[in-house]
């Protein structure tokens, strides 16, 4: 299994980045997806899932309303839409695949622990 995560960088507060994740190796069509990040000092944190049709997507509250999560089957990438930036979303950004085959429940996208695999990490940096 491999993930590569890629579109990371320097942006201004109330800028847009889009993130990229490219996968291989697995059968990425009936795997759920999801975001995390990390910031320097902190724990990794769920921003963003979404299910392995892309039928049903999940947020956390603090980007709910600027970032969307996206797929495309065909070519095996998941994507991060991200606006309205905030010095706050500084973190290095990795894209990670559930464990379990077509998993939908909200619990399962939002705990670190239901994903087995995990890209390198791309980082973003927001300045105000």
């Known amino acids: 299994v491999q993930l590569q995560a890629s579109g990371g960088g320097l942006v201004q507060a109330g800028g847009s980045l889009r993130l990229s994740c490219t996968a291989s190796g697995f059968s990425f069509a009936i795997y759920g997806m999801g975001w995390f990040r990390q910031a320097p000092g902190e724990g990794r944190e769920f921003v963003a899932g979404?299910?392995?049709?892309?039928?049903?997507?999940y947020y956390s509250d603090s980007v709910k309303g600027r970032f969307t999560i996206s797929r495309d089957n065909a070519k095996s990438t998941v994507s991060l839409q991200m606006n309205s930036l905030k010095p706050e979303d500084t973190a290095v950004y990795y894209c990670a695949s559930v464990k379990r085959e077509r998993a939908f429940s909200p619990r399962v996208f939002g705990d670190y622990g239901e994903y087995g695999s995990w890209g390198q990490g791309t980082l973003v940096t927001v300045s105000s």
């Open positions: 979404i299910n392995y049709n892309g039928g049903n997507t």
